[in-house]
């Protein structure tokens, strides 16, 4: 059908087509980009996609500030979920990198001051995301106009829908123009804590906690060590209950976590059950929120019949009582 020559042509352009890709829309790609622009001292937009793979965050974002500084004081709605969630991930911006939704509260007449604030913040926040909802209606598109500004963002959405791709923060980041790295991974951070203000309780509200998270004396090794979850008392065989929609992405036994699952919600939220005596779901099975999931127990590292159960938002494990409503009965402290 072709002659030689034209086959010859048509080969180089697809395998420049797929050099192409590689380049652009692959973690192997931004790591080789990213090296270079250290290399040369020059810029590199290969952060977000590095950041969406690998939940890192660029340099210009914190993850001290997210997480609440208390426990909430009643449930949210989505919405409130979605500004409290903004609100932090523009906390752990840094000063320069504030500057597009700096600007954008002054266009609508939003504080700039109310928006940092640790009280009127997501007050503040929900304004902001109210004031974009007619332009921007996805959520998704909406947080990375908040973090970018409108103009780049309607552009990341213009090109992604001339692509035929859903408007997902993954490819709208990697349609925004250089230099608006921390304003994805901090709208992918705002999507993160939304998702995690949402996440239902493992086992029964009444549940005691024998241990919170924090620094404690560890009961078994004898020193001071981390306890990345919260360590909920219940006797064995009690119903373990998945906390949200996820993917199951470890299910099996070590000597440390005995039977433990971990459960991947998207966006950076994972959470894990450990000490189980029997577990009912296995790797790669969708879960649905509420759903069984396990039976509670006292395998591994344990000194006595309890669920250990972790949030983590971007492979850094987080204190889940932070993210409740209600303040929960707690049997000791942590060290300070």
Not at 86 to 105: D, I, S, V
Not at 236 to 260: K, L, M, P, Q
């Amino acid at each position: 059908m072709f002659s030689r020559n034209a086959r010859g042509l048509l080969d180089f352009l697809m395998a420049a087509l797929c050099l192409w890709t590689a380049w652009h829309h692959t973690p192997a790609g931004a790591l080789v980009r990213r090296g270079g622009a250290w290399l040369f001292n020059s810029r590199s937009t290969a952060r977000p996609l590095l950041a969406y793979y690998g939940g890192v965050s660029s340099s210009g974002v914190s993850t001290s500030a997210l997480v609440p500084s208390a426990p909430l004081v009643r449930p949210l709605s989505d919405a409130e979920a979605l500004a409290y969630g903004t609100h932090l991930a523009l906390k752990g911006l840094q000063q320069k990198a504030r500057q597009p939704t700096l600007a954008l509260a002054a266009e609508l007449g939003v504080s700039s001051e109310a928006l940092l604030d640790e009280t009127q913040g997501p007050v503040a926040a929900r304004r902001l995301l109210d004031g974009l909802a007619a332009d921007f209606p996805n959520e998704e598109a909406r947080l990375t106009a908040v973090f970018a500004g409108r103009i780049p963002a309607r552009y990341a959405l213009e090109r992604v829908s001339a692509e035929g791709g859903a408007p997902t923060l993954e490819l709208l980041s990697k349609q925004l123009p250089p230099g608006f790295e921390d304003a994805s991974v901090a709208a992918a951070q705002a999507l993160a804590l939304t998702t995690a203000f949402g996440l239902a309780w493992p086992v029964p509200d009444s549940t005691r906690i024998s241990s919170p998270f924090g620094y404690r004396l560890h009961p078994t090794l004898g020193r001071r060590k981390l306890h990345t979850g919260v360590d909920l008392s219940v006797p064995v065989g009690t119903a373990v209950h998945g906390v949200e929609e996820g993917i199951v992405r470890r299910a099996s036994e070590d000597a440390v976590n005995g039977r433990v699952l971990i459960i991947d919600h998207g966006g950076g939220v994972t959470t894990a059950y450990c000490h189980n005596s029997e577990l009912l779901v296995r790797v790669g099975q969708r879960v649905q929120r509420g759903e069984l999931i396990a039976r509670s127990g006292n395998t591994g590292r344990s000194t006595g019949p309890h669920l250990h159960y972790q949030l983590e938002l971007s492979a850094q494990p987080v204190d889940p009582l932070r993210f409740r409503a209600r303040p929960r009965p707690v049997a000791t402290e942590p060290l300070p």
